[in-house]
């Protein structure tokens, strides 16, 4: 098998996370992370081609008694600080849709970074993400879905003794009136054919974890609408001047576009080219994209 430039570096960058993961360099650790953010690398790539691996190989070493416990426990702890710094980025309060999921790691299960990862995935996609974490009981699991109602309940199983108190809650859910649908993922969940007869789905990674789930609710991509991305696109264009300190005149001098057109502009009352959304961004020392994703939902 030929092992391509883009292999080598993104072996290389695992190498540089590991090291300094088991240093307890925190700033080394996350500069691989900004240089892969750099190189327009997603969340998901990040979680499945860099902090996964780490963990994986982080656990083969505590497993052949290379490093203990603790060193493990560090390791991880970073990798988690190092997701909280990233879901800052990618998570927008704005960008909300009407869909809900419940993520949480069934009774016992002490591994918790799987689940946090398919939780952050969702949240950049603009779920509204309830987290539970560690070793829920299932009584108190059952009885938190009841009270939320969720659509969806994402279960994570890491380890095999996790399947029968799976398996339970599942029977359990698809006795309710409103029974939300099911995502289970994990380690454990991949050789169980029970999970596989339509109460629920099973998911290889969290990746793939997100698509499905899109799939059983069956969601479609929201249409986009003009006026959201003009009002958008004026609200991020005066945000950005006024973080430069510059007036209406100003911008519209280092645009050569007209005043009136700038006001207009920022008043989402403009239909605007390519060309000019290009000239504001180069004025405003951003990209198209981000005066673009600046869509803001129209006032109800
Ligand atoms: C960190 C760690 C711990 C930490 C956990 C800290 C934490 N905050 O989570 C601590 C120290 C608590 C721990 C404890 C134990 N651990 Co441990 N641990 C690990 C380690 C090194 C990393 C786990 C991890 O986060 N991996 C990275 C995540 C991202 O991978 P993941 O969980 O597979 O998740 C991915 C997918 O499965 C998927 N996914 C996961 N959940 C879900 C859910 C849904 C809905 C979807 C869609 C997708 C999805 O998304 C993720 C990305 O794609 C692993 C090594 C490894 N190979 O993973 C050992 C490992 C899992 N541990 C192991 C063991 C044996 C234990 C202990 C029993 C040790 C002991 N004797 O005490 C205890 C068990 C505790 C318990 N009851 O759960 C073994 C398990 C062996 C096995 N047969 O399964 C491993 C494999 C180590 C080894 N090489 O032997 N561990």
Redesign the pocket.
């Known amino acids: 098998m030929t092992c391509t430039a883009k292999d080598q570096t993104a072996y290389q960058a695992r190498r540089r996370y590991i090291r300094a993961l088991l240093n307890g360099e925190d700033g080394a650790a996350f500069q691989v992370i900004d240089e892969l953010l750099r190189a327009r690398s997603s969340l998901g790539d990040l979680?499945?081609q860099l902090?996964?691996p780490a963990?994986?190989r982080?656990?083969?070493l505590?497993?052949d008694e290379e490093i203990g416990?603790g060193l493990?426990?560090l390791?991880?702890?970073l990798?988690?600080k190092h997701m909280d710094r990233l879901r800052g980025m990618y998570a927008h309060e704005e960008r909300r849709l009407p869909n809900h999921v419940l993520?949480s790691?069934i009774e016992?299960?002490?591994?918790?970074?799987?689940?946090r990862?398919?939780a952050d995935l969702f949240l950049a996609k603009g779920w509204s993400v309830d987290f539970l974490g560690?070793?829920v009981p299932t009584p108190a699991l059952f009885d938190t879905i009841k009270m939320r109602q969720p659509q969806l309940v994402?279960?994570?199983?890491?380890?095999?003794?996790?399947v029968g108190h799976a398996r339970l809650l599942v029977e359990e859910l698809t006795t309710l009136e409103a029974a939300p649908k099911i995502?289970?993922?994990?380690?454990?969940?991949a050789q169980n054919e029970w999970a596989q007869d339509g109460a629920c789905a099973v998911?290889?990674?969290?990746?793939?974890?997100?698509d499905?789930?899109g799939k059983l609710l069956q969601l479609e991509r929201p249409k986009a609408v003009l006026k959201e991305y003009l009002i958008g696109l004026g609200q991020q264009v005066r945000e950005l001047r006024n973080r430069k300190g510059w007036t209406q005149e100003q911008l519209s001098e280092c645009t050569q576009l007209t005043r009136a057109s700038i006001v207009a502009v920022e008043g989402g009352k403009q239909n605007v080219s390519m060309d000019l959304v290009i000239r504001l961004a180069n004025a405003l020392e951003t990209s198209p994209e981000d005066l673009l994703s600046g869509k803001r939902s129209l006032p109800s």
Not at 108 to 115: K, R, T
Not at 154 to 162: F, K, N
Not at 183 to 189: E, K, N, P, S, V
């Open positions: 979680y499945l902090l996964t963990l994986v982080i656990g083969q505590w497993c416990v493990e426990k390791a991880s702890h990798v988690l993520v790691c016992g299960e002490q591994h918790f970074i799987g689940a990862m398919v560690p070793d994402a279960l994570s199983v890491r380890t095999a003794t996790g995502i289970l993922g994990g380690q454990a969940m998911a290889r990674d969290a990746v793939e974890g997100v499905i789930a």
